[in-house]
């Protein structure tokens, strides 16, 4: 289950002081040791390509600002990457201020950083720009120093959810954090997975928090891996300005919530009159329930989900006046809302259709995995609704753009949902999602020249999740972009190389359960060529698999963020007086959870390649990781096996 309390983009800053140390003011420079110059290695983090000597992140929620001074000792070559800084930030709601740099020498001179301080995208998802302001220090040796600190600013009022990221992708030797509490709300913080060792317990003193830190070991990232901050050493500050605020009791918190909430929706949604000619106007009478139910999903689906557009200016949003909704009424007549708006809108509309159906919170598994003794009603950060349907329970998101009837977005799957009432409402369990919601179906037809390179023409769906995925994560790109998405990877599929050009566009505002493209490509080296022989290998497309699960020991637990599977078929055409003289082996292996299956044959002088790959799993402990790793080290093995081509000398077909 998880929660997706947005995680404050922190910093972090360095220096090794006694337990005295003072907050660093604004113009002032921590003062450098001795022993920070002779430093040549960290005993407690041997092999450390650097380390943080020492973080300070000061964060005021009456501004609200945060302020963070880093200080990193560069142990060796690789080390010098960490002069090159990156402040990651919101671009549009968010704002990095008042950054200063230096670096400090192996013999104690210092250089200030006067250079250019660059703005890059990081990456850009349902309306969200994250960006970074980047700089790299000049003059970064082994055995120097660097050191910088910046102020980030936050829109106003924007205290909730914040967060002390204790565990960095370096040793931390000393740090210190402190944050200033708004008077106006209630204040909860809490550390779910405990404090590193040596560490003080955050205190409250007259309105101001302060904890220290000491030996915080490096966050090491895995492929695969949940959540960072659901693994990282972490305090979480909870605002709460409700009824409930001083509550201890985790359940009769989410009663209040709930029935607070249930009272809120009710009166939204409470438009019978409204609701009933909106049904009128979208179902047949004799319409199956499936069939009203699905026209009445779709109908919704249209309304103009403001949620999914780009961030206006003022004054664009000044000049296209849009009201705020009061009700469902208000959203089917003007023709917008946000997502949540409209799926309320599809509630109201069932219910007056004749469906019993819940109105849901849920917390989504993208950031956080959701504890609710956290007692945070934010983490209930997107709704659902549940409607019977002869008998059988189903969930529905219509406010999430591109979302099939019937599938939710992978992070509302498998996670703990409140479904609300008059009483407060119970937890239940939404959907387990399986492998088939959502496939990669690759088929290719090629031709084979005698040098052993290919051409010709990839046929690719996306099906359910792999295709809404796609659409979400491109939503605001222009078709440039996305031409150049899908290009890059089917190359990253098949590697060598290969040459891609997308020839047949797919639909991208849609929400069909598919996605369809067409690709031509060239592989220069597609077989090796050995004179009268030639070797093809047995898979085109498992380019990606080859560096998966490779790595010994496992640290944390396997986490896909959905099943899936893969259905692969190549036919390859051989050229004239060549013809197949062994076949790789065929295959199949497979367990409940997961399975690879392969078969290969000639026919007419066209050789056939079938693959399919099955992954049926999310969360895997690390004891399990060995299993898994013999099960991907086989699909490897197979992938790479051959067929033999071999030339027959003039021989006719």
Not at 20 to 43: G, I, K, Q, Y
Not at 140 to 145: H, K, L, T
Not at 529 to 540: E, I, K, Q, V
Request: hydrophobic share 35%; charged share 25%; net charge negative.
């Amino acid at each position: 289950m998880l929660a997706v309390c947005r995680a404050l983009l922190q910093g972090s800053c360095v220096l090794v002081l006694s337990m005295t140390a003072f907050a660093v003011r604004a113009d002032d420079w921590l003062p450098v040791a001795p022993a920070e110059l002779s430093m040549r290695s960290a005993p407690k983090a041997p092999n450390a390509p650097a380390i943080y000597l020492y973080r300070e992140v000061n964060r005021d929620d009456n501004g609200p600002s945060e302020s963070t001074y880093e200080r990193i000792k560069i142990l060796t070559e690789e080390g010098r990457e960490y002069a090159n800084i990156e402040i990651p930030y919101i671009k549009g709601a968010e704002a990095v201020r008042s950054i200063r740099a230096r670096t400090i020498k192996p013999d104690g001179s210092i250089v200030n950083f006067d250079g250019q301080i660059f703005d890059k995208t990081l990456v850009k998802a349902g309306g969200v720009r994250f960006a970074a302001k980047t700089f790299t220090l000049p003059n970064a040796e082994v055995g120097s120093i660097i050191e910088y600190r910046y102020t980030h600013e936050f829109e106003p009022y924007y205290v909730f959810n914040s967060q002390w990221i204790l565990s960095q992708n370096l040793f931390t030797q000393y740090g210190k954090f402190s944050l200033v509490r708004s008077p106006e709300f209630v204040l909860r913080f809490a550390w779910p997975i405990g404090l590193p060792e040596g560490s003080t317990q955050p205190k409250d003193a007259s309105g101001r928090i302060r904890m220290e830190v000491h030996d915080v070991p490096a966050f090491v990232t895995e492929e695969f891996e949940p959540p960072e901050n659901e693994l990282k050493y972490r305090v979480d500050f909870i605002y709460d300005s409700s009824d409930r605020s001083k509550e201890n009791d985790a359940a009769a918190y989410w009663r209040s919530f709930g029935r607070q909430s249930y009272k809120t929706i009710d009166k939204f949604i409470d438009r019978p009159r409204a609701m009933n000619e909106a049904v009128a106007q979208t179902v047949a009478a004799d319409d199956a329930p499936e069939a009203k139910l699905r026209k009445i999903y779709e109908r919704t689906q249209r309304i103009r989900n403001l949620d999914f557009e780009r961030r206006k200016s003022e004054q664009e949003l000044k000049r296209e006046n849009l009201k705020d909704n009061s009700d469902v009424e208000d959203v089917w007549k003007r023709g917008y809302g946000t997502g949540r708006e409209i799926t309320w809108l599809f509630l109201a509309m069932t219910r007056a259709a004749g469906f019993e159906a819940y109105p849901l919170y849920v917390s989504t598994r993208d950031k956080h995995f959701f504890n609710p003794n956290m007692m945070n009603s934010r983490e209930l950060n997107d709704n659902v609704v549940e409607v019977s349907v002869d008998g059988k329970e189903q969930f529905f998101d219509p406010g999430t753009k591109y979302t099939p009837f019937g599938l939710l977005p992978w992070d509302q799957t498998a996670v703990k949902a409140l479904r609300l009432g008059k009483d407060g409402g119970q937890w239940i369990n939404t959907m387990l999602p399986s492998s088939k919601d959502s496939c990669l179906v690759r088929r290719a037809e090629l031709k084979l020249s005698p040098s052993g390179s290919l051409d010709g023409h990839v046929d690719v769906t996306y099906s359910g999740q792999e295709a809404m995925t796609r659409r979400l994560n491109e939503l605001l790109e222009d078709d440039a972009a996305r031409k150049q998405h899908l290009e890059e990877e089917v190359r990253s599929w098949i590697g060598h190389g290969a040459e891609v050009q997308l020839t047949m566009p797919p639909d991208w505002d849609s929400s069909s359960p598919s996605l369809e493209a067409r690709f031509d490509v060239h592989v220069a080296d597609g077989a090796s060529n050995a004179g009268s022989r030639m070797l093809m290998p047995a898979s085109l497309f498992s380019a990606q698999q080859k560096a998966v699960f490779v790595h010994s020991p496992r640290l944390h637990p396997i986490y896909f963020r959905y099943p899936s599977e893969e259905d692969d078929d190549v036919s390859i055409e051989l050229p004239k007086d060549w013809q197949v003289g062994n076949l790789p082996h065929a295959g199949s292996f497979s367990q409940p959870a997961y399975s690879y299956t392969t078969s290969y044959g000639e026919s007419g002088g066209v050789l056939k390649l079938k693959r399919a790959l099955r992954l049926d799993m999310m969360l895997v402990s690390v004891k399990a990781y060995p299993i898994l790793q013999d099960f991907f080290e086989k699909v490897r093995t197979a992938d790479q096996d051959q067929a033999v081509l071999k030339k027959t000398s003039g021989a006719s077909r």
